[in-house]
């Protein structure tokens, strides 16, 4: 809950459309492995070591050790042998590897960034990543945004100049809210309909398809 509280948080500040993490937990049974390094992985071996496993595995470079994370979406994908195991360990220049599970999750943001601006609805999406966490876990998260939303925004607002585009309305006042009072500034002027500038937009599309509905059953 707290990685996914974390990731759906830093994809929110992003504009990501699609959000993920992996964690590797030691477990004797698991299907992935974590090969300890004391740097980080050369890029050679790591593109010869995932070009000879067809896509079964995923390989991340942590820059303490390699993870090698078993492909989910590979139909009929089956664990790493032994030998395999070893192979690769080797290959990558380790010298044991270590069985794991991989925990992750994915946060797909798509549809709500790319509706109509102002909806409100990565907000929504965001605030129910973050309701599994105690109070004090989201004022510890809260906290730790407050500076980083203020460095996006500089880098965003900088980077929009350069391009002259301007930015979207409702992800600048977003940032602005979380770098001046954290995730409780921006639900609080969410649910009073001012957090994003157009979400009374949504409300009116609202009203616009009751009619249209009504209209369509008389």
Same mark, same amino acid.
């Given at each position: 809950?707290? *990685?996914?509280?974390?990731?759906? *948080?830093?994809?929110?500040? @992003? ?10 937990? +030691? ?40 993870? /090698? !994370?078993?492909? +989910? ?26 069985? @794991?599970?991989?925990?992750? $999750?994915? !946060? $797909? ?42 460095? /996006? ?29 954290? !995730? ?12 994003? +500038?157009?979400?009374?937009?949504? $409300? ?12 369509? !059953?008389?």
């Amino acid at each position: 809950d707290r *990685l996914a509280a974390a990731e759906a *948080l830093r994809g929110y500040m @992003t504009g990501q459309r699609g959000s993920t993490y992996n964690l590797q937990v +030691p477990d004797r049974k698991g299907s992935g492995m974590m090969i300890p390094l004391e740097k980080k992985a050369d890029p050679e071996a790591m593109r010869l070591a995932s070009s000879m496993t067809d896509e079964d595995v995923f390989l991340a470079d942590t820059g303490q050790g390699t993870a /090698v !994370i078993l492909n +989910p979406y590979k139909e009929g994908n089956q664990p790493l042998g032994g030998s395999e195991r070893k192979f690769l360990t080797d290959l990558l220049g380790g010298q044991t590897a270590v069985p @794991t599970r991989n925990i992750s $999750d994915y !946060i $797909d943001y798509s549809e709500a960034l790319t509706g109509p601006e102002g909806t409100g609805a990565a907000t929504r999406l965001l605030g129910e990543r973050l309701s599994p966490l105690s109070k004090a876990q989201q004022t510890r998260l809260s906290e730790a945004a407050q500076p980083v939303a203020g460095d /996006v925004l500089d880098i965003m607002t900088k980077a929009h100049q350069r391009a002259e585009r301007p930015m979207r309305a409702d992800y600048a006042r977003a940032l602005e809210l979380i770098k001046r009072g954290g !995730i409780p500034a921006l639900m609080a002027a969410l649910a009073a309909g001012e957090a994003l +500038p157009a979400e009374l937009v949504s $409300d009116l599309l609202g009203e616009r398809q009751t009619q249209k509905n009504t209209l369509e !059953i008389e």
